[in-house]
């Protein structure tokens, strides 16, 4: 079974400074999609980034890219000009590329951004 | 496009009461999810169907939870009888088969068992 580990349970950055969390997983597939989800304290999740796994380049999103290392099963996320609007728990996801489709997520990093 | 619907937003019951939570996904996605998250941890997939058909209840405690999506588009989450460890907030999430992988959440259920 597919694990995703998220080692840093809280973390803070200044406004306007750059943030990194991380993020490791384990898996015996080759092919399969990371995500990193952001949950506001209202609670809805939302996609903040995606990476497919046969895509060597790094995905960017604006202010936010990721440094996927597949070897290493390593996928940490760069948050650049943190703003007060970033603070939220953020989620590192698995999911499979075909098969049951589940999204298997890490324990969470929150996140807070000091003014 | 109207989002993920859940409802209620809110509940407060006793041990050993029953409840339900409803869900109705984006309209056209044919996979739903309802995933249990208790404070401080990430969300745990209860069960996974597929148009009406179960795809993974693996961790389902099916002793006191069931689901149903009937007509395969809205889903019911029921618990009956309630344990204090129950307590969490009920996700909804909804994705269309195949897709690149995004998943959709709805705000959520929080559940109280006192």
């Known amino acids: 079974a597919q694990t995703v580990t998220q080692s840093q349970p809280e973390m803070s950055v200044q406004e306007a400074e750059t943030v990194t969390l991380s993020c490791t997983y384990d898996t015996s597939e080759s092919d399969y999609y990371l995500f990193w989800y952001k949950q506001p304290p209202s609670r809805q999740m939302i996609l903040v980034i995606r990476?497919?796994?046969?895509?060597?380049q790094n995905a960017t999103e604006n202010r936010f890219s990721v440094n996927f290392q597949k070897a290493a099963k390593s996928f940490s996320l760069k948050i650049s000009d943190s703003q007060l609007g970033d603070a939220a728990m953020y989620f590192c996801a698995y999911r499979s590329r075909g098969g049951s489709e589940k999204l298997v997520f890490g324990k969470g990093t929150k996140l807070t951004v000091n003014p | 496009e109207a989002g993920v619907a859940q409802s209620p937003r809110y509940k407060i019951i006793e041990k050993r009461q029953s409840v339900a939570f409803w869900c109705n996904p984006i309209?056209?996605?044919?996979?739903l999810y309802w995933y249990q998250q208790i404070l401080g941890q990430g969300p745990k997939l209860l069960i996974q169907f597929q148009n009406n058909g179960v795809v993974d209840d693996s961790q389902l405690p099916k002793d006191r939870f069931s689901a149903e999506r009937l007509k395969g588009v809205d889903s019911t989450l029921k618990i009956q009888p309630a344990k204090l460890e129950d307590s969490a907030v009920y996700l909804c999430a909804s994705s269309l088969s195949g897709s690149a992988g995004e998943l959709f959440f709805g705000e959520g259920s929080r559940l109280t068992v006192l």
């Open positions: 990476q497919e796994a046969y895509k060597q």
């Open positions: 309209s056209g996605h044919a996979t």
